[in-house]
């Protein structure tokens, strides 16, 4: 079943997605130096998704 959501909540959501997203993306790759990068970018991106997931399963739903 398909949820519906209001205009505001896909008004936020492609905010988020046009701003934040592309943002966060760009600073996790610049933060590290050269040598690591790889492994830091790795990293970074996964403790993003664990936070999400675990955000995403644990908020209350009203």
Do not use: K
Not at 17 to 38: D, F
Not at 44 to 59: G, H, K, N
């Amino acid at each position: 079943m398909v949820s519906e959501r209001s205009a505001w909540d896909q008004t936020y959501i492609f905010w988020i997605q046009v701003t934040l997203a592309p943002i966060t993306s760009v600073l996790i790759a610049e933060i590290y130096p050269n040598g690591v990068r790889s492994r830091g970018i790795s990293v970074s991106i996964s403790a993003l998704w664990v936070a999400s997931f675990l955000l995403t399963y644990t908020f209350p739903i009203f």
